[in-house]
Nanobody, 126 residues
Framework: QVQLVESGGGLVQPGGSLRLSCRLS????????MGWYRQAPGKGRELVAV???????KYAISVKGRFFISRDNAKTSVSLQMNALNPEDTAVYYC????????????????????WGQGTQVTVSS
């Protein structure tokens, strides 16, 4: 069973830093990308940062130069280092894995699906 498990988040003062981590587990055959999205109160979910299976990275303009996405050598865990946080960064942050195909059996691979983590709250406030 494919799962995304997040950790990190919490309360931090403006200008502070936080680190989020996310691990993709299960019998993974392939996936297209992993990344982070966020949803602030009363707003839609937006892309924060994403890293593709081929190591291409994309950031939202609002976080470029402050947030940094990375992953482990196995490419199934991603982290988001968030620096110089400001109150506008307050949101629930969700980990995403795009176009995940699961090795269901020795001769069957599932169709591609997107998976989401449970979400972790990040609050930036003095």
């Amino acid at each position: 069973q494919v799962q995304l498990v997040e950790s990190g988040g919490g309360l931090v003062q403006p200008g502070g830093s936080l680190r989020l981590s996310c691990r993709l587990s299960g019998k993974i055959f392939s996936f297209k990308a992993m990344g982070w999205y966020r949803q602030a109160p009363g707003k839609g979910r937006e892309l924060v940062a994403v890293i593709s299976e081929g190591d291409s990275i994309k950031y939202a303009i609002s976080v470029k130069g402050r947030f940094f996405i990375s992953r482990d050598n196995a490419k199934t865990s991603v982290s988001l280092q968030m620096n110089a946080l400001n109150p506008e960064d307050t949101a629930v942050y969700y980990c995403n894995a795009e176009d995940v195909r699961e090795q269901v059996s020795s001769d069957y691979v599932s169709e591609a699906s997107d998976y989401w983590g449970q979400g972790t709250q990040v609050t930036v406030s003095s």
